[in-house]
């Protein structure tokens, strides 16, 4: 029942995304209000989940038929039970100091005295407080070659289960401000475009990127920014070739980034294709996932091709059917 289930929301969301029916443009709840009660009720006991006490079904059927599911269950789930038991108390220690002092810590922001002596006041509180985290601290010397450094440091930390912490040289700041700078910047150097590439000049650092169309990088503080409509997706290459092989690399670089960025609080604004993330859990693409006039990428013909040929089949598939000397070209 759950696999005809799944296979029914995906023909949904395919014809949802042409457009097939008005009906099918009104929202479906399809979480189960059963389901989300009992894993609440699990999750309501968070060192039970955190020691991976749970029953199995806790972790495989959100993993399974995530759209079963609440948004917000399913990431305190992942909080919980996918980092590690020291990672899941670290994150009950911060929802427990938000519940308790989030109102007083926004309060001194900004106020260096008042901020130090609530954050003595909040660690000598042992309701709240269990112990700090471990972290890895990175100086790097400043912020050029950005992103050959950010490589390194993935490389060496991506297996520490401690917090990365970053802080540049040349520059006074320390802490999570300075570090969440670090994942942004990253992510602007992912996404701009440089003199490299070859054949292939819009398709970001190393010709990462589908190719972009020149009205879809835009200028952004002197730099060049791809920005199509549809958001990034992986520029094509033949499988095992030298250049494929160069590509996944990144990826895997990209992946290990935004996994220890999670994990540990923080976010990389890349503005990635939502079909990227259905190509990574190894969804089959329909043809709406071509490029379509307006997105800014190139290709877009062959999107407006496909979306003419499957209005035309809708069409004909409408209609009675043909005479008996009709032919296709009539209809």
Request: charged share 25%; with cysteine.
């Amino acid at each position: 029942v759950l696999a005809l289930l799944k296979q029914l929301r995906r023909l949904w969301r395919e014809a949802r995304a042409v457009g097939a029916s008005t009906e099918l443009q009104e929202d479906m709840r399809w979480e189960s209000a059963r389901l989300n009660r009992k894993l609440k009720d699990l999750l309501a006991q968070p060192l039970l989940a955190a020691a991976v006490a749970a029953p199995s079904w806790v972790s495989a059927m959100p993993l399974a038929f995530p759209f079963l599911f609440q948004r917000s269950v399913r990431e305190q789930l992942l909080r919980c039970t996918a980092f590690g038991t020291s990672h899941a108390i670290l994150w009950l220690q911060r929802q427990w100091i938000e519940e308790r002092y989030g109102t007083q810590l926004r309060r001194v922001e900004g106020q260096l005295e008042g901020r130090m002596d609530l954050t003595e006041h909040i660690v000598s509180d042992p309701r709240v407080f269990i112990g700090p985290a471990r972290s890895d601290f990175v100086t790097l010397p400043s912020r050029d070659d950005l992103l050959a450094n950010a490589e390194r440091i993935v490389e060496l930390t991506h297996a520490s289960k401690a917090m990365l912490e970053v802080k540049f040289a040349d520059e006074g700041g320390f802490g999570d401000g300075v570090t969440q700078s670090f994942y942004t910047a990253v992510a602007t150097e992912l996404s701009s475009q440089t003199d490299e590439g070859g054949a292939r000049p819009l398709c970001g650092p190393t010709g990462l990127w589908a190719e972009h169309l020149p009205e879809s990088v835009v200028e952004q503080r002197g730099r060049r920014i791809l920005h199509s409509r549809r958001g990034l997706f992986p520029r094509p290459c033949f499988p095992g070739s030298p250049e494929s092989d160069a590509l996944c690399q990144r990826f895997r670089f990209l992946g290990r980034l935004m996994a220890k960025a999670l994990r540990d609080g923080f976010v990389v604004p890349l503005p990635l294709c939502e079909r990227f993330f259905q190509t990574v859990l190894g969804e089959d693409l329909p043809l709406a996932a071509l490029p379509s006039p307006g997105d800014g990428l190139a290709g877009e013909f062959v999107g407006a091709a496909a979306r003419f040929a499957a209005d035309l089949r809708r069409e004909i598939a409408a209609r009675k059917p043909p005479l008996q000397g009709e032919t296709l070209a009539e209809f």
